[in-house]
T-cell receptor, first 110, second 116 residues
Framework: LAKTTQPISMDSYEGQEVNITCSHN???????ITWYQQFPSQGPRFIIQ???TKVTNEVASLFIPADRKSSTLSLPRVSLSDTAVYYC???????????FGTGTRLKVLA | GAVVSQHPSWVICKSGTSVKIECRSL??????MFWYRQFPKQSLMLMAT?????????EQGVEKDKFLINHASLTLSTLTVTSAHPEDSSFYIC????????????FGNGTRLTVT
């Protein structure tokens, strides 16, 4: 099973870059890695998705090493409004199921 | 981008009654949708996989007679919580998409169910 493991929580200050790493040792060859942001009482919101190397969009970058057993979400210059829970999600090998890990609770301080 | 709409966003019901939650894919067809439940300060827990035109697949420990899922069209799945009890109070979230090259899973905004 493509179980994901992330740090439970992280604190950061406004304006800093935040890197959240997720391990997914059993990722299957064809699986993509997707990151989501969730605010209280809302559904998870898509941030970024990647397969290998580096992907960048207007809000984040995603770094994936060659072995794809981990990935790092990078949030440049976070603000207070980035306080949320961040999840990495990988399809559970060939089952078309998506099992969430604990997520990382990011708290951005002023 | 792909949008998943969930309705209602919140509902309060009395013990013993049933509640139906709708999940719609607004700009794409979804043969498969997923239902999750989330308790406060916890992660999302997959309840079941909803398959268009066939029976849903339930995760271990989820009562299929308690949580009825119907996926009658390519854009609509419904979750009915039957004979609701206070312990069924939770945040229910549906999702659709995924499973295909670079197609990510998209989530509805959730339904807060409170059973009194």
């Amino acid at each position: 099973l493509a179980k994901t493991t992330q740090p439970i929580s992280m604190d950061s200050y406004e304006g800093q870059e935040v890197n959240i790493t997720c391990s997914h040792n059993n990722i299957a060859t064809n699986d993509y890695i997707t990151w989501y942001q969730q605010f209280p009482s809302q559904g998870p919101r898509f941030i970024i998705q990647g397969y290998k190397t580096k992907v960048t969009n207007e809000v984040a970058s995603l770094f994936i090493p060659a072995d794809r057993k981990s990935s790092t979400l990078s949030l440049p210059r976070v603000s207070l409004s980035d306080t949320a829970v961040y999840y990495c999600l990988v399809e559970t090998s060939g089952t078309y199921k998506y099992i969430f890990g604990t997520g990382t609770r990011l708290k951005v301080l002023a | 981008g792909a949008v998943v709409s969930q309705h209602p966003s919140w509902v309060i019901c009395k013990s013993g009654t049933s509640v139906k939650i709708e999940c719609r894919s607004l700009d794409f067809q979804a043969t498969t949708m997923f239902w999750y439940r989330q308790f406060p300060k916890q992660s999302l827990m997959l309840m079941a996989t909803s398959n268009e035109g066939s029976k849903a697949t339930y995760e271990q420990g989820v009562e299929k007679d308690k949580f009825l899922i119907n996926h009658a069209s390519l854009t609509l799945s419904t979750l009915t919580v039957t004979s609701a009890h206070p312990e069924d109070s939770s945040f229910y979230i549906c999702s659709a998409g995924g499973h295909g090259d670079d197609s990510p899973l998209h989530f509805g905004n959730g339904t807060r169910l409170t059973v009194t």
